[in-house]
């Protein structure tokens, strides 16, 4: 990071420290250590984390067929049709690399048609259930009827759509479920109005069904008879699977990877507007509680986990090592749910340009010199977009330049924005950006420990490490994929590439053990829609 501190600007550089001062191999380990902790404990005894879903089986990668998926989010509705081609032929590479760096050979066996995407716009957020379904259903009348007309124009079609379409359904809001195919819809947030208790599924069934009628041509029909999209009735759709996003995008790479030799997808992870994790684990590590929601609790094994891993009393550890910051609690304090997602509130997309803001104004305001814009005085006024797209990327006198128009200055002589002022923003961004990634590194480690993919030795204890060696010879290292999803983590400069750094130490550095074991992420593509498809693949896997 630059130092522009050299005028001995004390304030400043505690600031930086403090945010960034815990950011060592040490207390990391330290760190993710007490995660994995905290993560079996609450596995065991809390019923708000470690839950449940119904995916009891991991994809095989032989899964076949053509699905419609859909993806319904805070912002956008996608739509498209995934095509399984299950396991390709032809003998697997004997040689390895690290997934990351692999091209898109490992989605070769997935292939995509008909994608839309549609704004939900805030009037459908705002309307009553049965309008918002039923706009869904228009879209998805759109797309099908647009892979019907290529079929007709199309003399040998691989796949049929047939009489009926097996949908999956990616749900990124909250949702009470206990069959893959089946789940309650509750108060939604994000904006929209719906607030009682729905069946997704059947309600996505209804808003679709007046298009699977064939329109009537006796002159009482509302449609024009001469629309060729009023002149077709459209298949049926069942509903297969419906999950939420983690899920989906953990189970899109647990397919793709299966042809990558000496890989498997460990977990999903998401770090956008929030952050979220999903992974496989023993039913046994968790409170009986959560058996029971099981549809055969007695045959299954193992089960795939949200974490809800930014929930109240995940952030044990950060206060156990005064990671904390003041600017984290007044953020928390002035928060829409204070307390509530202590983690997600340090790390996550919705709240890292507020911490920017709060470590600014507090940094400056200590100069008594500084007048402060009054457009900086309010909450949540430096977007977390702001400083990816501009603070982070651009040069500094177009930074300058756009800081002077977003935040102007009420005084009419010198410019507020100098240039010493334009680093500390940009050092303060980098800082809050390091931090968010060295964090999640650390939860992702620690509950790779928490299920026993990696180990993490107590560093109270003596410690044999790796120093970074491992074992020689490619084919005996055994890589799992972190498929992650989200803005933050795919768009803030270094972001990925700071969290891959640390989970990298962390992991050799942890334990001896880890010598012939490597995490990496990778990237999940449209993760929600592909998911879907993949889960819908599964059905006859899962009760």
Known sequence: MANVYDRHDADAANAIETLTGFINTSTLLDLAHRFSATYSDLARTSTEHFLVTPVTALPTGKEKGKFLSIDVGGTNLRVGFIELAGELEGPASSDHERSSTVGENVFAQIK?????????????????????????GDCIAEVVRDALEEETATEHVVSPLGEEILLGITFSFPMAQTRLSEATLLPMGKGFAITS????????????????????????????????????????????????????????????V?????????????????????????????????????PNPDATETVVINTEWTIRGTDKPLIDLNIKTPWDLTLDANSDAPGFQPFEYMTSGRY???????????????????????????????????????????????????????????DSSDSFWTVDRVELIRDIAEAVQQRSSALIAAACVGL????????????????????????????????????????????????????????????????????????????????????????????????
């Open 258 to 294: 299966k042809a990558a030799p000496n890989s498997r997808v460990a977990m999903g992870l998401i770090v956008g507007t929030g952050t979220n994790a999903t992974i496989p684990m023993k039913v046994n590590k968790l409170h009986p509680a959560k058996r029971r929601g099981l």
């Open 448 to 543: 790779l420990d928490c299920v026993g993919d990696v180990e993490i030795e107590d560093p109270s204890k003596s410690r044999s490490t790796s120093n970074g060696t491992r074992t020689s010879g490619k084919r005996d290292i055994e890589e799992l994929v972190i498929a992650y999803a989200g803005g933050t983590i795919s768009q803030y400069p270094k972001w990925l590439q700071t969290c891959q750094k640390w989970i990298d130490v962390l992991v050799d550095e942890g334990s001896a053990a880890n010598a012939s074991t490597r995490v990496t992420l990778k990237e999940a593509l449209e993760g929600g829609l592909v998911g879907a498809g993949v889960l819908a693949g599964m059905t006859d896997d899962m009760a």
């Open 112 to 136: 995509r048609s008909h994608d839309r995407n549609w704004p939900i716009e805030d009037h459908l957020k705002m309307d009553q259930a049965e309008d918002l379904f039923s706009w869904i």
């Open 352 to 410: 890292l340009g507020e911490i920017v803001r709060l470590v600014l104004v507090d940094t400056l305001s200590r100069d008594p010199e500084a007048v402060i814009p009054p457009s900086l005085q309010s909450k949540n006024a430096i977007p977390t977009r702001f400083l990816s797209e501009v603070v982070a990327r651009k040069g500094g006198r177009v930074v300058q330049a756009e800081l002077e128009k977003t935040y102007p200055t009420t």
């Open 197 to 256: 208790d729905l069946n997704l599924g059947k309600m996505l069934l209804a808003g679709y069904a007046r298009h699977c009628e064939v329109p009537r041509a006796n002159g009482h029909s509302t449609s024009d008879p001469t629309d060729k999209k009023n002149t077709l009735a459209l298949p049926k759709i069942r509903v297969a699977a419906i999950t939420n996003d983690t899920v989906a995008t953990f189970a899109s790479l647990a397919y793709a």
